[in-house]
């Protein structure tokens, strides 16, 4: 079954600290690996997207790894501010029967602090 | 701003009520998507449809009854509701139905069935 987990759950972290949010998937075949973020009361905006081949990918202050290996992406966050409390999606795409399916996780609610 | 609106942003209607929610693009895509996100919960996605034609349909209740009158826009027909579906709905669209395309997610009707 394809399956998305992401952790932690939450994290509360102080301004300007950084921070490293996880993914782990068993979707298969892989396609690509995104990872939104979701203000309150917002739709999903994407950050960042990576192919099979990719293993880094920044947008800003964001940075997403991805190692196909071991089926994990992580999502680390530099200098953070209040903005960007929010929650942090991590999908991935699976190529079935010539379509596209996306398993969403979970996500990280986090809260930037004073 | 997205690009994709949505409305009503907040809807409380009673299981016996008929109700409908609007998602409208502007961005020329030809794809879109219907969502359901309950709390601590992955985003489910519900139905898809690419150039008007439906093309998927994620075993979701009749009482759902999604209307795709132009690739702009997006309807979902609500009726005889009940309480668990209480949620926030989220619209999206994407240029077209594939698995490099990125979703832009609208934001959102939050709903809830009494």
């Known amino acids: 079954k394809n399956q998305v987990e992401q952790s932690p759950q939450s994290l509360i972290i102080l301004e300007g600290k950084n921070c490293t949010l996880q993914c782990n998937y068993t979707v298969s075949p892989f396609s690509n690996l995104r990872w939104y973020k979701q203000d309150t009361g917002r739709g999903p905006v994407s950050l960042t997207i990576?192919?099979?081949?990719?293993n880094t990918k920044s947008n800003g202050r964001y940075t997403a790894t991805l190692d196909a290996d071991t089926k994990q992406s992580s999502l680390h966050i530099t200098a953070s501010q209040l903005s960007d409390s929010a929650s942090y999606i991590c999908v991935v795409s699976a190529v079935v029967g010539g379509g596209n399916k996306l398993t969403f996780g979970t996500g990280t609610q986090l809260k930037v602090e004073l | 701003e997205t690009g994709v609106t949505q409305t009503p942003r907040h809807l409380v209607m009673g299981m016996t009520n008929k109700k409908s929610l609007k998602c409208e693009q502007h961005l020329g895509h030809n794809a879109m998507y219907w969502y359901k996100q309950s709390a601590k919960k992955p985003l489910e996605l519900m139905f898809v449809?690419?150039?008007?034609?439906?093309?998927e349909n994620n075993s979701v209740p009749s009482r759902f009854s999604p209307e795709c009158p132009n690739s702009s826009h997006l309807f979902l027909h609500l009726h005889t509701l009940q309480p668990e579906d209480s949620a926030l709905y989220l619209c999206?669209?994407?240029?077209?139905?594939?698995?490099?395309?990125?979703?832009?997610f609208g934001p959102g009707t939050r709903l809830l069935v009494l």
């Open positions: 990576m192919t099979f081949s990719e």
């Open positions: 999206a669209s994407s240029p077209r139905e594939g698995k490099k395309e990125t979703q832009y």
């Open positions: 449809y690419n150039f008007k034609e439906q093309t």
